[in-house]
């Protein structure tokens, strides 16, 4: 327990930690993007395989079994608000525990700025790929991604304005940290 606070105490984190946050939305996102993409490709040439290759009068349902995977594949889109809020409360809890100077006010500035940058880029690169060709109709089964990441660069300004108040907070006396 004692290395733990210790691990704790030491952490320094905040602004930066919006990076990762930014980088692992992506990613979700198009790994999402791309697994229903890939199912519904090869589901209909691997349903009709296994059905054949199925002995006469055997009651297994393929229909229904990759219906079943299909419905679990699609159910990460709803799970990505979920990875959002892990993520903003893993920023939360790093930006209370971090001990700054105030010259991190200005780096924070800067970071925020980049960040911000670079989240509106995310989202593009986002809306290229899954507006195109071969993405749109599998883009239109995910519609909770889509809006998380058109609006990235909102919720990493939310992020770095909650951020912000939690360091003044813990800096206020808030904190128990020295």
Known sequence: MGLLKTILKTKKSGFEDAFFVIAVMLTIAIFILILNKAWGSIRPDLETSIKESLPAGSDVNITKNFDNVTNASRLFDKLFPLVIIGLFAF????????????????????????????????????????????????????????????????????????????????????????
Do not use: C, D
């Open 91 to 178: 920023v939360f809890i790093s930006a209370y525990l971090s001990i700054n100077h105030p010259i991190m006010l200005i780096v924070g500035i800067i970071v925020f700025a980049v960040a911000l940058l670079l989240s509106g880029i995310y989202a593009n690169l986002y809306h290229q790929i899954s507006s195109s060709e071969e993405f749109t109709s599998t883009n239109a089964l995910l519609p909770i991604t889509e809006i998380f990441m058109k609006y990235l660069p909102i919720i990493i300004l939310i992020i770095f304005v909650a951020i912000t108040v939690i360091i003044i907070y813990s800096k206020q006396g808030g904190s128990t940290t020295t």
